[in-house]
């Protein structure tokens, strides 16, 4: 649940950074959403134990760091928003944590029902 709401923000963010790239301001605050969903995504990959999904996410956390922006130009910056638009679109459908156990299935393996 949360990985679909996190990478969905993420791709709202990047379709806003396409659309609307005349205010630095603007850039800076999308690129600060999308670091943290990226960062959000990396560590649900973690959990998953799925690494390739968060060595890639790592890396587009390192790329939309807004206290370190990269100087590329504007055709370079649309063409990762593109990819990382995809990257967020494939992990909302293939990276998927093992749910974890409740405390009473930790204790009682197997419940059995009393009647009582």
């Known amino acids: ?10 791709i709202v963010s990047l379709l806003l950074t396409i659309l609307w790239f005349s205010s630095v301001n603007a ?43 990269l100087a590329l130009g504007r055709s370079a910056l649309v063409w990762l928003d593109i990819t990382c638009v995809l990257l967020f679109g494939f992990a909302m459908t293939s990276v998927h944590a093992t749910p974890r156990l409740t405390i009473v299935s930790i204790v009682n393996e197997s419940p059995r029902s009393e009647s009582v």
Do not use: D, E
């Open 27 to 69: 850039r800076t605050l999308l690129q600060f959403v999308t670091c943290a969903a990226a960062v959000m995504v990396a560590l649900h990959a973690a959990r998953a134990r799925q690494y390739a999904w968060c060595v890639l996410f790592s890396a587009v956390v390192l790329l939309y760091n807004p206290l370190v922006p």
């Open 1 to 10: 649940m949360h990985l679909r709401v996190t990478s969905t923000l993420a």
